[in-house]
């Protein structure tokens, strides 16, 4: 599904999200505060935006971007403004040592794994001890009016939009799908604290329309 949507993929998120997405992954990239000579790793980067942010926000040459899908990927290569490493690989089974990298992020990404517990507990695997792990993710507005107006943005509106800017309407169905199919953050919180992450904490952006998680090692 991604390969399919990957030519209009960043389009979408800048329509849909307002340009809030930008936002969001720019909270994102503070909140994982990449020093000087840290490895950071972006699972699930897609067509690497917010692989790119986190390199030009730290030491270049040293982001790793992992995506199980090579349209996506190949996407992020020609966009690479900035000195980044590609993996085609899967969250699940982190090509990679024990304790290599600072930081590991994952935008938008989670929620679509297949083994979540094992896709994060690879994730801890990666981290080297007082590493930190920042995901931000898709969530459900706590405010009941806010969330039935979200739900009919993202249910009724947010297919149309798609079929009119050339990308699929059912890979936008999918989209408010897996949002409520998904972990709502207190337990998404829970299951970061199950793969062995400390200090776990969570802050709710935009009326709550998307949550960054953190969690040290
Ligand atoms: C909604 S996109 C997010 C892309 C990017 N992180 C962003 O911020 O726009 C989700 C990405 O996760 C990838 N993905 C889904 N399951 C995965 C898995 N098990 N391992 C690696 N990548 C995966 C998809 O291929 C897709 O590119």
Same mark, same amino acid.
């Given at each position: 599904?991604?390969?399919?949507?990957?030519?209009?993929?960043?389009?979408?998120?800048r329509v849909l999200s307002f340009g809030r997405d930008a936002s969001w992954r720019r909270r994102t990239v503070a909140v994982a *505060?990449?020093?000087? *000579?840290?490895?950071?790793?972006? +699972? *699930?980067?897609?067509?690497?935006?917010?692989?790119?942010?986190? /390199?030009?926000?730290g030491p270049s040459g040293r982001v790793v971007a992992l995506d199980l899908a090579p349209e996506m990927l190949a996407r992020a290569r020609t966009r690479a403004d900035v000195a980044l490493s590609f993996v085609i690989g899967s969250a699940e089974a982190l090509?990679?040592?024990? /304790?290599?990298?600072?930081? +590991?992020?994952a935008g938008f990404a +989670?929620?679509?794994?297949?083994?979540?517990?094992?896709?994060?507990?690879?994730?801890?695997?990666?981290l080297r001890p007082g590493g930190r792990a920042v995901v931000l993710e898709l969530s459900l507005p706590p405010s009941r009016?806010?969330?039935?107006?979200?739900?009919?943005?993202?249910r009724r509106v947010a297919p149309a939009i798609a079929t009119v800017l050339g990308s699929s309407a059912e890979a936008?169905?999918?989209?408010?799908?897996?949002?409520?199919a998904f972990l709502d953050p207190e337990h998404l919180a829970a299951a970061l604290r199950e793969a062995g992450f400390q200090r776990v904490r969570y802050e709710r952006?935009?009326?709550? +329309?998307?949550?960054?998680?953190?969690?040290e090692t």
């Amino acid at each position: 599904m991604f390969d399919r949507i990957a030519p209009r993929y960043d389009l979408l998120n800048r329509v849909l999200s307002f340009g809030r997405d930008a936002s969001w992954r720019r909270r994102t990239v503070a909140v994982a *505060g990449l020093g000087a *000579g840290e490895r950071a790793l972006d +699972v *699930g980067a897609g067509t690497g935006d917010l692989a790119r942010a986190l /390199a030009k926000a730290g030491p270049s040459g040293r982001v790793v971007a992992l995506d199980l899908a090579p349209e996506m990927l190949a996407r992020a290569r020609t966009r690479a403004d900035v000195a980044l490493s590609f993996v085609i690989g899967s969250a699940e089974a982190l090509p990679f040592p024990d /304790a290599l990298f600072s930081c +590991v992020v994952a935008g938008f990404a +989670v929620r679509n794994f297949g083994d979540l517990p094992r896709a994060l507990g690879d994730m801890r695997r990666v981290l080297r001890p007082g590493g930190r792990a920042v995901v931000l993710e898709l969530s459900l507005p706590p405010s009941r009016p806010i969330r039935a107006l979200h739900f009919f943005y993202l249910r009724r509106v947010a297919p149309a939009i798609a079929t009119v800017l050339g990308s699929s309407a059912e890979a936008y169905r999918y989209l408010p799908a897996s949002i409520e199919a998904f972990l709502d953050p207190e337990h998404l919180a829970a299951a970061l604290r199950e793969a062995g992450f400390q200090r776990v904490r969570y802050e709710r952006l935009t009326f709550g +329309v998307a949550t960054i998680h953190i969690g040290e090692t």
